[in-house]
């Protein structure tokens, strides 16, 4: 792999930038892999690379139905956190996010990772009760989280109003500093790279069309550029986990609905950190470019378009301008829709099935995209010893059956 760094940075520069490599190879599907992996967004990415890196398994592919980073990867807002309620949850979340903090060096590729804290605003009582609680839980699993009065909120971040007339006024918040945001083609595109240098084969243009097996047995899978035999088939496809397992007749606790955001014109730097609103359904970053990243909460009939309702997001943007009134004099440069699953207790799924040898990571919710590399660290434990790890083992299908569920609702990214 052609290592970056300052040297080489300058000596393209002075040559005319015509010694880059292309950042993977460009794969053509082999008649056999040890394990397929459906989907080329971070987490499927980020479960080829540690399967390589961890447990030696090289021969394996990537199936991604568009390019690299052009589904839900690149539909998402980034936002990076850990600050969860329950013990199962912190302990997943913070794996993740310690391996974010390192994760620019350990694939010498720059994500933009920038840890300036996220804010999660109360504006009653009730709220603020309730996220009291979390910051204590919070504390006891080691997660690190505080809580803010009103004036500190706004010494944090002195754009926002805590005007106490305000339809939802700010009477506190929760801080968890070392959250943050990154970048997400970056990520993907720097798993991708690493996992190709280590011999994966990452297939874009290859739409799985079928999944073969003999007497409950995964024996392979049918793309658009052929049949792949394979005793291994892992699902990572944010939005459409339901529709992979269909085709082996299994029906997943999931349901998929659009999540709207959406972008502003580029601004000098106004915005110090992430700003959540539970209440408001509302979530606010500044991106390295300027602009004012804004999140919405998810719409709620079910679909797979990649589109919301207009009214989804008229209501945030009224809520979003009484919390910082500038807001009004910007104006948006793009709004568009992801496809989420969503889980009935709020949770993801890291499991095995019925199906030996299929394997289903979903049901992420918004909260997908700040698990990527503790995700996908998971998910090959799984795939590589057939059992989950402890990170895992409390988000797997039995958990509908016992009862024994994770119910995140209320530490969601917007409550859904």
């Known amino acids: ?6 040297v080489r940075l300058i000596r393209e520069g002075l040559s005319g930038h015509k010694g880059w490599q292309p950042a993977w190879r460009k794969a053509e599907p082999k008649p056999s892999y040890d394990a397929v992996i459906i989907g080329g967004g971070g987490h499927g990415l980020a479960t080829a690379y540690y399967l390589a890196k961890l447990h030696g398994m090289t021969n394996i592919a990537v199936v991604e139905k568009g390019w690299i980073g052009g589904g839900n990867s690149g539909r998402n807002t980034t936002i990076i956190r850990s600050n969860y309620l329950y013990d199962a949850s912190a302990a997943l979340y913070n794996h993740a996010l310690t391996l974010w903090k390192d994760l620019s060096r350990e694939l010498n590729y720059n994500i933009m990772m920038s840890h300036r804290g996220v804010l999660n605003l109360a504006h009653d009582e009730g709220e603020a009760r309730q996220l009291k609680r979390r910051v204590e ?37 929760t801080l968890q500093r070392d959250g943050g945001v990154n970048r997400h083609d970056a990520v993907v595109w720097g798993f991708a790279r690493a996992a190709s240098d280590m011999g994966v084969d990452i297939i874009e243009q290859c739409e799985v069309t079928g999944i073969d097996t003999d007497k409950d047995v995964i024996t392979g899978v049918r793309t658009t550029r052929g049949t792949i035999a394979t005793e291994k088939v892992a699902c990572v496809t944010a939005g459409h986990t339901s529709v992979i397992a269909g085709m082996l007749g299994l ?4 349901e998929s609905h659009p999540l709207q955001a959406l972008v502003s014109e580029p601004l000098k730097p106004v915005l110090p950190c992430v700003v959540m609103s539970n209440a408001v359904h509302v979530y606010m970053s500044q991106s390295s470019k300027g602009e004012l990243v804004i999140g919405a909460g998810i719409d709620p009939y079910l679909s797979y378009t990649q589109r919301g309702s207009f009214d989804i997001i008229e209501h945030q943007m009224a809520a979003l ?14 709004q568009w829709g992801g496809i989420v699953d969503v889980c009935p207790d709020a949770s993801p799924i890291i499991s095995k099935t019925p199906v030996k040898g299929f394997y289903v990571d979903g049901g992420w919710g918004t909260g997908g995209w700040k698990a990527t590399p503790g995700s996908g660290h998971a998910l090959a434990d799984l795939v590589a010893n057939d059992e989950p790890n402890a990170i895992a083992a409390p988000f797997t299908l039995e958990r509908f059956v016992t009862g024994n569920l994770v119910a995140e609702h209320g530490a969601a990214a917007v409550a859904h």
Do not use: H, T
């Open 251 to 254: 029906r997943l606790p999931i």
């Open 137 to 173: 839980a919070n504390r006891l699993n080691g997660v690190q989280a505080e809580w803010l009065e009103a004036k500190e909120v706004k010494a944090f971040c002195p754009p926002i109003s805590v005007a106490a007339d305000a339809r939802y006024p700010v009477i506190g918040a």
């Open 321 to 334: 301008i009484e919390l910082f009134p500038f807001v009004s004099r910007v104006r948006m440069m793009r």
């Open 1 to 6: 792999m052609q290592r970056y760094n300052v």
